[in-house]
Every structure is written in C-alpha cells, then in structure tokens.
C-alpha cells in the first residue's frame, strides 16, 4: 500500500507539539513496516533526517502553509494534487488538517478543538479558517485519532461526529528524559535561579496556557514569605498578549521570574529535573504533555482541574482551579512546604507516567491507518 503524509511539521530546530507527535509516531511506523511504502509531504526543504527507512519518498510541494490562505492552497491544490500523483492508497495528517478536493480516504489525528472553546486567542483569519474547516475535516474523515477521552468527547459534542469512528491514542513522552546526576542538578539550578528551587512552567506563552493568572499568583506566593522558589518560563512569546503583559508588568517580584525561551531537549531535561514542582494550569489542553513529562522526570506537579488534565494526571498530582488566583497560590505553598506531598506525588507521578510511551503511540496510531486500508 502507498500512504501519502503530511509531513510539513517536521522541521529541524523547530520542532513543537505536531513535530515531535509526527516524529515519534512515524519514525516507528515506517521502520516497522517496510512492506508499505510512505510519500512524505513537505511544504519546503526538508532535512535528511526525517527519511527514517529506506520505504520514505520525500516530496516537497508549495507553498509554505504557515497562513490560512497558504494552508488552503497547499492542502485543497498542492496536496490533492500530490495524492493523485503518487496514487495513495490513504493519507494520514498528523495535525487534522485534510484536503476537502481529494477523494483519497484519509485519517486525521485531531489533537483537540481549542479553538471552539478559546477563538479570541487566535487571530481573526486563523479562528475563521479552523473554526470553518475543521468540522469538514472531522466530517471527511475515514478515521479521526485523538490523544484523550476528554477529546474525543469533545470531537463527538462538538461536531456530531459517531463515537467508533474515533480513536484515543495518548501521547507517549520524549525517551530523552532521563535521570541525571545531582551535581548536574545543582549546576544548572545555580546557572538559571542563583540556586534558588523553582516552579517551572513548560508550554508556548498563549493566553490559555493561563499565564496571566500564573504571574499573579506567583506573585501572592512570594509576598506570603511562605517559600523560597522562583519561577522559570520555558517557551518562545509567539502568543504573548496584552493581558499576559500587564499581568506580568505588575508583578511586585519579577526578579524571581526566569525566562529561558525555547530550550533543547538535553537542556529542557536539566530544567525539568532541576525543578521542585511543576505548575500546569492551562485552562484547555488535549493532553499536557508537560504534565506527563514532569511526572516521568519525578517532578511534583500543580495542574489545573479542567479539560483533560486530570484524566492524564490521574492521583498524580495536585489539582486547582485555573481561573482562580487565590488557588493557584495555595496549590503553590502546599507544594513548597508540604515535603511529604510532594515524595507521595513523586511516587504515585511515576507510576501514572508508564502509561505513556511512543511505542504505544505509534502502534496505536497504525491500527487506525489499518483499519482506513483495509476499509
């Protein structure tokens, strides 16, 4: 069978959420399955890298879709014409997005629907495009994989979509975190804080990542002399608004607040472990990976209790209500001076964490293309 990919997230460098989700999974799939051949489809000039098995043709097909009206010409005219090229026999799209002008049977992995529930975090042209599409997506289909019950719920209630033709398969979590020595620990708690513990937050700075309320209570946090931890930010500003600003223009202790930008996964491996607690209060998510990355790194986390969290954190963590500043304060000084919760959430944290794996991802993920095969 031939199975056409879109492959337009796999960028060196640059990798975020879709990258590293068509990495993991599709590095697997290919090399376990050379009985198949697979047509990677590439917005631009692609890395070498990326062809993991000798049963990968890379095809690079224009324009760039980083824009809504580019990703309507390279998805309903690049990619229907590519598809029909190479004769696929399926086409699998690792960030949902599908061509409405092919007949090729196609599955989509639809992450979550943010978007319906947060349009006001996007840009006008990006909200209409998703909001416009993407109920067409779930609709074409021949299969839709998602990371989460809480997702495919979601799916199902917003777009009227039958249950069995929704897949759950959960994220697995990045085998390069793994444990390093104390001494190093120390190193890079000394280089980034000063050798203050901290909080840490992992996640693009978007408004409904909650950082706003984070700051704030943050802030709360170091006027209550309740503990000594600073916070440290890891992510690029690409959602950096107006309120995010001001929230963080205000803050009576900015000196405690660290922010690291993008950081390499060796480096982010050392900022994880390095930290005292995790604090994942996103107001939607479709999984929260760093959630399940911090419990994996034996790092105690403070997450929100709505979207999908608590089904992926199960008893793992310490949760609280994102749109409340007073219990995202509170949930921060339990975690500084409660010793015994943080060891009892560190054990329970690791145990919950085996649950995922990118070998499961990945064969999950082919069930679903098997079953569009053999449809």
């Not at 026999?89 to 599908?98: A, E, M, N, Q, R």
């Not at 990045?174 to 513990?197: D, F």
């Not at 660290?258 to 930290?275: E, I, R, S, Y």
């Amino acid at each position: 069978m031939r199975i056409a990919v879109n492959a337009r997230f796999l960028l060196p460098g640059k990798m975020e959420g879709f990258g590293w989700y068509s990495y993991e999974t599709l590095r697997r799939i290919t090399t376990a399955h050379p009985e198949h051949e697979f047509i990677f489809l590439f917005d631009r000039a692609y890395d070498k890298k990326f062809i993991f098995s000798d049963n990968i043709t890379p095809v690079v097909i224009g324009p760039p879709a980083r824009h809504p009206f580019l990703f309507y010409w390279w998805f309903e005219w690049s990619v229907a014409s590519a598809l029909k090229k190479y004769k696929a026999d399926v086409f699998v799209s690792p960030d949902g997005y599908l061509s409405l002008r092919s007949h090729v049977p196609s599955l989509a992995v639809i992450h979550d629907l943010n978007f319906e529930h947060y349009p006001k975090d996007l840009s006008f042209l990006v909200r209409k495009y998703y909001r416009h599409y993407f109920p067409r997506f779930a609709r074409k289909a021949k299969r839709i994989v998602t990371v989460s019950e809480f997702s495919k719920k979601d799916i199902i209630e917003q777009y009227h979509i039958a249950p069995d033709k929704i897949d759950v398969v959960y994220n697995g979590i990045n085998e390069a975190l793994t444990a390093i020595p104390e001494t190093e620990i120390i190193r890079y708690r000394n280089t980034i804080t000063g050798g203050a513990p901290y909080f840490i937050f992992i996640g693009a700075l978007h408004p409904r990542k909650n950082l706003a309320r984070l700051f704030k209570a943050f802030d709360a946090f170091c006027s209550s002399e309740k503990g000594e931890e600073h916070l440290v930010i890891v992510g690029e500003k690409y959602f950096w608004n107006k309120e995010i600003s001001e929230a963080f223009s205000q803050m009576k202790h900015q000196d405690k607040v660290h922010f690291t930008g993008h950081l390499p996964v060796k480096d982010l491996n050392c900022a994880l472990q390095a930290a005292r607690s995790m604090v994942f209060v996103s107001v939607f998510e479709g999984f929260g990976l760093p959630l399940a990355e911090s419990m994996k790194c034996g790092v105690p986390v403070i997450a929100a209790n709505t979207s999908c969290l608590p089904e992926i954190g199960g008893d793992a963590a310490l949760y609280c209500d994102p749109f409340s500043v007073e219990a995202i304060t509170e949930a921060m000084i339990r975690m500084s001076t409660d010793s015994e919760l943080r060891r009892r959430l560190i054990d329970r944290g690791l145990e919950q964490s085996k649950k995922y794996s990118w070998d499961a991802s990945a064969k999950g993920l082919w069930n679903s293309i098997e079953q569009v095969l053999h449809a």
